[in-house]
């Protein structure tokens, strides 16, 4: 690996080797160790195998979960409306067992991992033997996977164990979202992010600081800033293309606090007018293109899917005449069309209402 490549990587994973031979060691596959007689990631891969579940552990714990006095305590105090003293406290939690066991599984799943690491462009830096190249092995998920455990691992004996920074680096590479049912603001921004400038988004987590108060270069919503202010935590300060302004976000961990960041982030983008439009999801309209046009911009939230209804009717020859109308459900959108050939219609009814649409 080239040394500017390994700087592309520490700054996307937020942590800066001290040895950066282990660095290198991870993204060495076992196929071109034999070959050339040197080390692989095969036992950095094992480590962070464990590295990875005891950190999402932890975050899960930090997000759900917290100590307070037993139920039966509390109780008790609020009807002698006083506080007992030196009463246990106890581990409660938002979540069961079987679901925080989901988010971990989704969280730390091949799949994800590997997305993760597609969405990095880690997988450009790997090394393999030429037989595994011509295989075209680097396309395959579980070995994606064994490179985002390799990197945590190489992590971990670089860092001597700090989970500080292990979690720091944790929640930089996989930007779990610990919730369930909620919108995936950090997920929807990444998707903006890469679609318009082929970049991600970059975060950079603190402990909380008033060192952000009264300079110009950041920008907050101020309800969440208020909220902080009462329960100190951490601030996700992020950095996005065509916002030249750092924006904050605060919460009580680390995950919420990237939440907020990026929900507020869409929150500019939408009033800036940056966010896309349906314009921008269709490179040009195609009246053959029409019917999945639609479907694709239906797809992406921007309305229902549309729907079509048919009547035949004959010429004085005798011939069929198609009428096709075609309406997006629950709104005015309508257009109709009519043809000879009943798919013909269809894709005139579509290319009409795809036009209305793209000009409303």
Known sequence: MKPEDMRIVEKKINYEFKEKSLLQQAFVRKSYAVEHGCVDNEVLEFIGDKVLDLVVIQLLVEEHCSMTMEWKYRQQAMLQKKRIMNEPNVLHSNKTEGELTEIKKALVQRKNLARRI???????????????????????????????????????????WDMKDLKRVVDQMLQPDLSEGDTNYV????????????????????????????????????????????????????????????????????????????????????????LFSMKDEIDEPSRDLA??????????????????????????????????????????????????????????????????????
């Open 118 to 160: 597609d969405e990095l462009g880690f997988i450009n830096y790997i090394t393999m033997s030429q037989s595994d190249i011509d295989n075209r092995v680097y396309e395959n998920a579980s070995v994606k996977e064994d490179l985002f455990e390799a990197i945590l691992g190489a992590i971990a004996i670089d860092c001597k």
């Open 187 to 274: 997920s929807e921004l990444q998707e903006w992010s890469q679609k318009k400038y082929n970049v991600l988004p970059s975060y950079d987590i603190k402990e909380f600081t008033l060192d952000y108060i009264n300079n110009p270069n950041y920008i907050y919503d101020c309800t969440s800033h208020r909220r902080i202010d009462c329960n100190p935590g951490y601030i996700a300060y992020l950095s996005i293309p065509g916002i030249a302004q750092t924006i904050l976000g605060f919460g009580s961990t680390q995950s919420e606090a990237r939440k907020d960041a990026a929900r507020y982030a869409l929150k500019v983008l939408e009033e800036r007018d940056l």
């Open 291 to 360: 019917i999945n046009q639609l479907e694709i911009l239906s797809s992406r939230g921007y309305f229902l899917r549309p729907e079509y209804d048919f009547e035949e009717s004959y010429d004085e020859d005798g011939h069929s005449i198609w009428h096709c109308v075609a309406y997006i459900p629950e709104t005015q959108a309508m257009c109709s069309a009519e043809s000879s050939v009943k798919k013909e219609a269809k894709k005139d009814a579509a290319y009409k209402l795809l036009i209305y649409l793209l000009e409303d």
